[in-house]
């Protein structure tokens, strides 16, 4: 267990574990704290209390001090310096055309740094801008891209309920919305009547998320039947806020639309469900108890006779293998004589090198010659391969 304190830095942001470091502190109380951003100023959401160890963050940063009127002052004109820069910040962004909105500016509590919050619809190289920005201020700068969820928490608005939005009064966290909640909230499914100022879904769409879940569960779905106390009919729509069907009913020779509560509705076979094993089993047993009891005597149930099969006959032995004999060895290879001399081939015949025709005629005539001399050199190609396998005996 560890003393700590919750403390908040902005509105609707989210709270943060502090050491108190021995100081009375109260819920509302401003105090000065160190944190990974440097020294600021922030405000008490709570009493000091007990905590188990495995629920923090370790290690704890401390209290420096609880916030004197100085440290107040500060804190004002560093809100008006914020305007400034923002109004400074605007033009330098013009003038260096860059696509890019400026949503907010931050001061740090110590005047240590300057940080710059913008959208934009893509990556913005703004190193131009902050050369421009460190040569007004004189001190460090930071510019970081938010998301629109993120813009509409700083900026704030009315939503679509008549209230302020929840991001910018009580909502720490995105929680992240699907299009899915609004189907099973039977919604309508039009961009303008589910989505925020952010132009995302809203935000309200996950708080009764739950408690729709766990109503569908015990509620049957569209189109099944089901028995009311007028009949059997078919679901026509349900209400889960209210957990009412709507039941298509026959009266007659025509349909009627009838409305009951889902607990005076039971689905077909639900009283004729069957019992489990282990029901069946508990049964048997204290019905079986409860006869013993009463005989008084120390009768223990005959188990169930179960079928007895026929038994197997001896299997006949099957008779030993005959023991192999050695394997015989193998002899010697036979030596393969000695190959024949392959026959010199003749010299081979030269390619052809026609030139290009220049009537219809002369292809022909051309190729004429270029044939019967390669025919002759082939024939005295085989006549000379035959005369040398006749001297090898080849043939």
Same mark, same amino acid.
């Given at each position: ?256 639309? %009838?409305?009951? #509560?889902?607990?005076?509705?039971? +689905? &077909?076979?639900?009283? $004729? *469900?069957? =019992? !489990? @094993? /282990? ?44 023991? %192999?004999?050695? #394997?015989?060895?193998?002899?010697? +290879? &036979?030596?393969?004589? $000695? *190959?024949? =001399? !392959? @026959? /010199? ?51």
């Amino acid at each position: 267990m560890a003393m700590v304190i919750r403390v908040r830095f902005k509105r609707a942001a989210k709270l943060y574990d502090f050491d108190p470091n021995g100081l009375e502190l109260h819920n509302g109380m401003s105090v000065v704290t160190e944190t990974a951003r440097g020294v600021e100023l922030g405000e008490c959401m709570s009493g000091v209390m007990d905590v188990p160890d495995e629920r923090l963050v370790l290690p704890l940063k401390p209290i420096l001090r609880i916030a004197t009127e100085q440290d107040l002052a500060m804190q004002k004109r560093n809100e008006q310096a914020e305007k400034e820069a923002f109004d400074i910040a605007i033009d330098r962004i013009a003038e260096h055309k860059l696509e890019m909105k400026l949503v907010d500016v931050e001061y740090a509590f110590d005047h240590s740094k300057i940080i710059f919050y913008f959208t934009a619809n893509g990556r913005v190289d703004f190193r131009m801008l902050v050369k421009s920005l460190a040569s007004i201020f004189k001190t460090r700068i930071e510019l970081r891209q938010i998301g629109v969820r993120d813009e509409a928490k700083m900026l704030g608005g009315i939503g679509p309920c008549g209230r302020p939005i929840c991001c910018r009064t009580f909502l720490s966290d995105f929680t992240p919305v699907s299009i899915k909640m609004a189907k099973e909230q039977n919604l309508s499914l039009n961009p303008t009547k589910i989505s925020g100022l952010c132009d995302r879904l809203m935000c309200c769409l996950k708080y009764e998320q739950d408690h729709y879940e766990q109503t569908r569960k015990r509620m049957p779905r569209v189109g099944r039947e089901i028995i009311t106390p007028d009949g059997s009919g078919v679901i026509n729509a349900i209400n889960v806020l209210e957990e009412t069907v709507r039941v298509r009913i026959a009266v007659g020779d025509s349909f009627e639309l %009838r409305e009951y #509560k889902i607990d005076d509705c039971q +689905r &077909p076979g639900q009283d $004729e *469900r069957k =019992p !489990r @094993p /282990e029901e069946d089993a508990t049964a048997e047993d204290a019905q079986q108890a409860a006869e013993n009891a009463e005989g008084g005597a120390a009768e223990t149930a005959e188990p169930k006779k179960q079928e007895q099969r026929p038994p197997r006959g001896e299997r006949p032995e099957r008779a030993p293998r005959p023991e %192999r004999g050695p #394997k015989p060895e193998r002899g010697p +290879r &036979p030596e393969r004589g $000695e *190959r024949p =001399p !392959r @026959p /010199e081939r003749g010299p081979r015949p030269p390619k052809k090198q026609a030139d290009r025709p220049q009537d219809k005629e002369a292809p022909v005539k051309a190729e004429q010659p270029v044939v019967e001399e390669q025919k002759a050199v082939e024939a005295i190609d085989v006549l000379e391969i035959r005369e040398a396998a006749k001297k090898e005996d080849l043939f």
